[in-house]
């Protein structure tokens, strides 16, 4: 199970911190993504992360502003959000893949297990 907090209603400019909790999975053993949702897109890949915590991968659209970390005692994924701009806004979820693998899928295909999102709205 996959739960997300920590989205809201913030400006442009402004900064969140998304988490997500994880239980029922081998943890520290999983690759994790953050994907996004915004009205009438498709879900798209934002970061990931390796199980170790020793690589991470960003979307270009976050690349420099977003930061990914995790804390496998805590069963915990981050996803530090900074200099938000209203085309962030969108539904974050957290994913993770069923198999152990040591690379980190970019692609839909590649997850399994999924939260329900958590919603960030950035006004302009």
């Known amino acids: 199970q996959l739960v997300e907090s920590g989205g809201g209603l913030v400006q442009a400019g402004d900064s969140l911190r998304l988490s997500c909790a994880a239980s029922?999975?081998?943890?520290?053993?999983?690759?994790m993504g953050w994907f996004r949702q915004a009205p009438g897109k498709e879900r798209e890949f934002v970061s990931g992360?390796?199980?170790?915590?020793?690589?991470?991968y960003y979307a270009d659209s976050v690349k420099g502003r977003f930061t990914i970390s995790r804390d496998n005692a805590k069963n915990m994924v981050y996803l530090q959000m900074n200099s938000l701009k209203p085309e962030d806004t969108a539904v974050y979820s957290c994913a993770a893949p069923r198999r152990i693998r040591t690379d980190v899928p970019t692609t839909l295909r590649g997850y399994d297990f999924w939260g329900q999102g958590t919603q960030v709205t950035v006004s302009s």
């Open positions: 992360i390796t199980a170790s915590g020793d690589s991470t």
């Open positions: 029922g999975l081998p943890f520290s053993d999983s690759a």
